[in-house]
């Protein structure tokens, strides 16, 4: 797995746009970006991934860079509920991933 | 629904006992994981296990066990010999090992020590 690099937290206002960066300078080519969350106590879910080219789904956006050493989670409007730790993983899921600390995000009123 | 289900949800050990998290999935995956979780700390891999009958030491196997009987159930024993037991613990799934398709969680058994 790469090895990457995040906040250690971040606040958002309600209702606004959470963009969480990720450093991964060393993943190769043929590694994913995966992103996943946990909220206290519960394990962790899973939310988007992408390899080259940005990604949308129902729940964030992931925008990777041309050089693919660094990435951004958005969520386009944070609610409370979007509370929680963030981890920005670079390998294959399929494979033994490596979590970090991960990004803590408060989204406050 | 299809899913991953860990059970207990709290579980407490006592000193020189050996005790057994359950992990089954629907999902039809090959690929299991079983991952620790201390405090304020991100997840590290115990062991893994790519087909039935099969299965790997991760990074921290030291104390712990498993079997892959079936392909839907892969249990976790800590055993006496893991000196410091107390944590989360949390199993995976995935499609099978080397695929790109994600990993999917369990929500968890917390273990204690009495």
């Known amino acids: 797995d790469a090895k990457t690099t995040q906040p250690t937290s971040m606040d958002c206002a309600e209702g606004r746009a959470a963009n969480l960066p990720c450093n991964h300078s060393?993943?190769?080519?043929?590694?994913?970006v995966y992103w996943y969350r946990q909220i206290h106590s519960q394990g962790p879910q899973y939310i988007i991934h992408g390899l080259k080219n940005n990604e949308t789904n129902e729940m964030a956006s992931l925008i990777i860079t041309e050089d693919r050493k660094s990435s951004t989670l958005i969520l386009p409007h944070a609610t409370l509920r979007d509370t929680a730790v963030y981890y920005c993983i670079g390998g294959n899921a399929g494979n033994m991933l490596t979590f970090g600390g991960g990004t803590r995000l408060m989204v406050k009123p | 629904d299809g899913g991953i289900t860990q059970s207990p949800k709290y579980l407490f050990r006592k000193e020189g006992q050996n005790v057994t998290l359950s992990c089954e999935q629907n999902l039809n995956h090959d690929a299991m994981y079983w991952y620790r979780q201390d405090p304020g700390q991100g997840l590290r891999l115990i062991y893994y296990?790519?087909?039935?009958?099969?299965?790997q030491k991760g990074d921290i196997a030291e104390g712990y066990s498993v079997s892959r009987e079936k392909k839907e159930s892969f249990p976790l024993t800590v055993t006496s010999a893991q000196k410091n037991p107390t944590a989360f613990y949390l199993c995976a799934s995935s499609i099978m090992v080397g695929d790109r398709q994600p990993q999917h969680f369990g929500d968890g058994t917390r273990l204690s020590i009495l």
């Open positions: 060393t993943i190769s080519g043929n590694e994913y």
């Open positions: 296990s790519q087909i039935v009958n099969d299965f």
